[in-house]
């Protein structure tokens, strides 16, 4: 499972907790009668879903789904790896016998599996695949009327920002539903701990400070048998043009829940250090900085301190601490507040995954034709991710606006284990780094 693994539990989520997190995430948009309340009325009572990417967190993404209800089938599947597929059906087939029902004519697999999987009669459709298809996997399931979950980030790059973006609103003109990976808006303690800090429990909130503090990403050892473009995908995560890097893949749970805090506004700049000094083994991890530090600086003077590392033997931390001038505020692990209106979050007997309750919202929203739409929040917080790894990478300061309309775009005219990736390694076998001062990213 990717380093951002999710659980996968089966606990369930009561109608209070359920209208508490639709309240505080602005969960119901209304509207018109969504496409698929039409359809389930008129059909069996099932919602058909397929799953494009089968990994640990594809997997994942299932099993969540199938978790929000009786009424869930998973009927069609695809990867661009059969081994993905292979590992994935039994697993889920003997956890969900009822509900999982995936033939082998709807296990899809190839670079064209994703238009398959949307193709097969679904009514929804998971995303959970490498992060650099997600823009044009979703834009194709909206443009097919399916309603979308859709694992962070939204994008790799900006120019695919401005494709999910297009996408998003698609989907919102459409009435389909649409949700987002960003799970933190769905746990009660981080909703219940914004809410405190809305209401002035820490006073005037100043900065706040995001971090995500760990080893290394799983890294799968060459085989012979592999071309460089199938190692590359093997370990998609340690090359840019399929991760866009550490922030884009895991800081961004902090830099999420961060810019919730200050009311999901746009930094002026940002500015930022970064570099390689221990994942540097040649023929092997590939071009991603393993350390980030970013500053968010924003209009009204407020700061985002953002700080990755993924590097082994190293003090570990996944955190956002919100300062204010009356306190602090500490999520998303054990929620609570210091200072001057102290509190400490207290979690339910029963605990509540938050990858199954945003799963919960989407497939409620289908049944009561009632659709929502995570999707502005989703490109938002995925461009300040972007924005952190260009300011790393380039030295630079740069401005909201330049990152928006930046022509960088990872896209390949064609994709297929005969295409030579954008990146190789070199004669010493080491794949070539940014240079900060020097690299320029559109």
């Known amino acids: 499972m990717a380093a951002d693994s999710k659980a996968t539990g089966t606990s369930s989520v009561s109608r209070r907790t359920f209208l508490h997190r639709a309240a505080v995430l602005g969960a119901a948009t209304g509207g018109a009668l969504s496409l698929a309340r039409s359809v389930h009325a008129a059909g069996s009572g099932v919602i058909k879903v397929g799953l494009i990417g089968c990994g640990g967190r594809g997997s994942g993404a299932a099993a969540n789904a199938m978790n929000a209800g009786a009424d869930i089938r998973l009927v069609a599947m695809g990867d661009v790896l059969q081994e993905r597929i292979d590992t994935a059906r039994p697993l889920l087939k003997e956890k969900y016998p009822d509900q999982f029902v995936v033939d082998d004519a709807h296990a899809f697999v190839g670079f064209d599996a994703y238009q398959k999987v949307i193709d097969s009669g679904v009514d929804a459709v998971a995303i959970a695949c490498t992060s650099h298809f997600h823009p044009v996997f979703l834009k194709a399931a909206v443009d097919a009327g399916k309603h979308v979950f859709v694992e962070k980030p939204a994008a790799v790059d900006p120019t695919g920002v401005r494709l999910a973006l297009a996408a998003s609103e698609a989907a919102k003109e459409k009435g389909l539903s649409l949700v987002s990976g960003f799970c933190w808006r769905y746990d009660d303690g981080v909703c219940e701990t914004i809410k405190r800090i809305r209401d002035g429990a820490i006073g005037d909130v100043v900065a706040v400070q995001a971090t995500r503090l760990g080893g290394p990403y799983v890294l799968r050892e060459r085989k012979p048998e592999w071309n460089e473009m199938q190692y590359q995908f093997q370990n998609w995560y340690h090359f840019n043009w399929l991760s866009g890097s550490d922030p884009v893949q895991n800081l961004v749970h902090q830099i999420d829940n961060a810019s919730w805090v200050l009311g999901d506004a746009a930094p002026a700049a940002a500015w930022g250090l970064g570099g390689r000094q221990v994942c540097t083994d040649p023929d092997r991890y590939g071009d991603e900085l393993d350390h980030h530090a970013i500053v968010y600086e924003y209009p009204?003077?407020?700061?985002?301190?953002?700080?990755?590392?993924?590097?082994?033997?190293?003090?570990?931390?996944?955190?956002?601490?919100?300062?204010?001038?009356?306190?602090?505020?500490?999520?998303?692990?054990?929620?609570?507040?210091?200072?001057?209106?102290?509190?400490?979050?207290?979690?339910?007997?029963?605990?509540?995954?938050?990858?199954?309750?945003?799963?919960?919202?989407?497939?409620?929203?289908?049944?009561?034709?009632?659709?929502?739409?995570?999707?502005?929040?989703?490109?938002?917080?995925?461009?300040?991710?972007?924005?952190?790894?260009?300011?790393?990478?380039?030295?630079?300061?740069?401005?909201?606006?330049?990152?928006?309309?930046?022509?960088?775009?990872?896209?390949?005219?064609?994709?297929?284990?005969?295409?030579?990736?954008?990146?190789?390694?070199?004669?010493?076998?080491?794949?070539?780094?940014?240079?900060?001062?020097?690299?320029?990213?559109?």
């Open 300 to 442: 009204d003077g407020k700061r985002i301190y953002a700080h990755g590392r993924h590097i082994p033997g190293c003090f570990n931390q996944a955190a956002v601490i919100a300062l204010g001038t009356k306190g602090q505020a500490f999520m998303p692990s054990r929620p609570h507040i210091e200072g001057e209106n102290p509190w400490q979050y207290q979690a339910p007997e029963t605990p509540v995954s938050m990858t199954d309750a945003e799963h919960k919202v989407l497939f409620q929203s289908i049944r009561d034709g009632k659709p929502v739409n995570d999707g502005r929040r989703m490109c938002h917080t995925t461009t300040l991710s972007i924005m952190g790894e260009m300011v790393c990478c380039t030295g630079k300061q740069t401005t909201w606006e330049q990152v928006m309309n930046s022509p960088l775009n990872y896209a390949l005219p064609r994709y297929g284990w005969d295409v030579e990736p954008p990146i190789k390694p070199g004669p010493d076998g080491h794949y070539p780094a940014v240079l900060p001062g020097i690299t320029e990213l559109g």
